[in-house]
Nanobody
Framework: QVQLVESGGGLVQPGGSLRLSCAASRNIFGFKQWGWYRQAPGKGRELVAS???????NYADSVKDRFIISNDNAKSTVYLQMFSLKPEDTALYYCNLETSGQSYWGQGTQVTVSS
């Protein structure tokens, strides 16, 4: 089985930057899609960004032009580079991996944007 381990969250001031990482515990077989989701208390889980095997990316309107999703196939790792962070970006961020056979979730990493 694959386990996903997230890192990179923390406290940052408005306008600052963070890079989130999510590493799979082993090589990925049957890769389909990486996704980053976020959830704030009292709100539903929101798809922030995704990337498929061919490199095509998609972003939520709320983060478009500020966030960049990328992946390193050799390391079985996905990243979310976040720029110009806003207080409304504050949430628990989860990575998601879709393969031919299963779906996997990271444990979540907290991003807090505050002065």
């Amino acid at each position: 089985q694959v386990q996903l381990v997230e890192s990179g969250g923390g406290l940052v001031q408005p306008g600052g930057s963070l890079r989130l990482s999510c590493a799979a515990s082993r090589n990925i077989f049957g890769f389909k899609q990486w996704g980053w989701y976020r959830q704030a208390p009292g709100k539903g889980r929101e798809l922030v960004a995704s990337i498929i095997v061919g490199g095509r990316t998609n972003y939520a309107d709320s983060v478009k032009d500020r966030f960049i999703i990328s992946n390193d196939n050799a390391k079985s790792t996905v990243y979310l580079q976040m720029f110009s962070l806003k207080p409304e970006d504050t949430a628990l961020y989860y990575c998601n991996l879709e393969t031919s056979g299963q779906s996997y979730w990271g444990q979540g990493t907290q991003v807090t944007v505050s002065s």
